[in-house]
């Protein structure tokens, strides 16, 4: 069956062949090849690493790579569910209330094993039978940083102000709920970093 495109960003390209999703990293022309044969190596193979660690913590899809392709391609299994940003505010207030909650725990799971994302918004989670699911750690990051960590809930932060802003304080605090909960050892220092996450924000503008 011919790969079909599902989705073309900046950095990679996404194909849906059979029950399975291919990503594969854009080259890029403005840099010397031999440079960018490297750079795009390190980030896909980092990348499947994370989602390799993080689908054992979480819902996500656990990768592995296309042998033929080098390591510019990961081969993961299609969550065949919704996407969340366009989906979340057609649900009851009830219901959207609790899927933050679920992403308030799933991404405190990830941190106490000092997985950050790096892109957490509402297009990289799929809802599929009442389950969330993450996708896409192109940007992620395995460190105990407190920053990183801020940033992911920073982002989330933004997503909902931006995409679901009817009630996005009302989601965000079950977001918040969620994560305290399941990551009550450091959450009051990652919500601390929080705070100065978004005040370098604020003094940019």
Known sequence: MKPKLLYQGAE???????????????PKAYR????????????TCSEAKLLEKA??????PNPFFIPNKGFYQIKM??????KLSDNLDNF???????ICG?????????HKENIAHGDLTT?????????????????????GKYEDKAVDIHLLKQALEAKHFQNWNIL???????????????????????????????YKH
């Open 172 to 202: 965000f605090n079950e977001f918040l709920k969620g994560y305290k909960k399941e990551n009550k050892k450091e959450s009051e220092k990652v919500l601390n970093q929080l705070i100065k996450v978004e005040q370098r924000g604020r």
């Open 77 to 82: 299994p299609f969550i065949d569910g919704k």
């Open 55 to 60: 689908s054992k913590i979480i819902n996500a």
């Open 102 to 110: 679920q992403i308030g725990k799933s991404i405190a799971k990830l």
């Open 12 to 26: 990679a390209k996404i194909y849906l062949r059979d029950k399975f999703i291919i990503k594969d990293r854009i």
């Open 123 to 143: 297009s990289n989670i799929i809802l599929k039978e009442k389950e969330i699911y993450l996708i896409d750690f192109g940007l992620g990051y395995q460190n």
């Open 92 to 98: 009851p207030l009830k219901t959207q209330k609790q």
């Open 32 to 43: 010397i090849k031999e440079l960018d044969d490297k750079i795009r190596k390190r980030r």
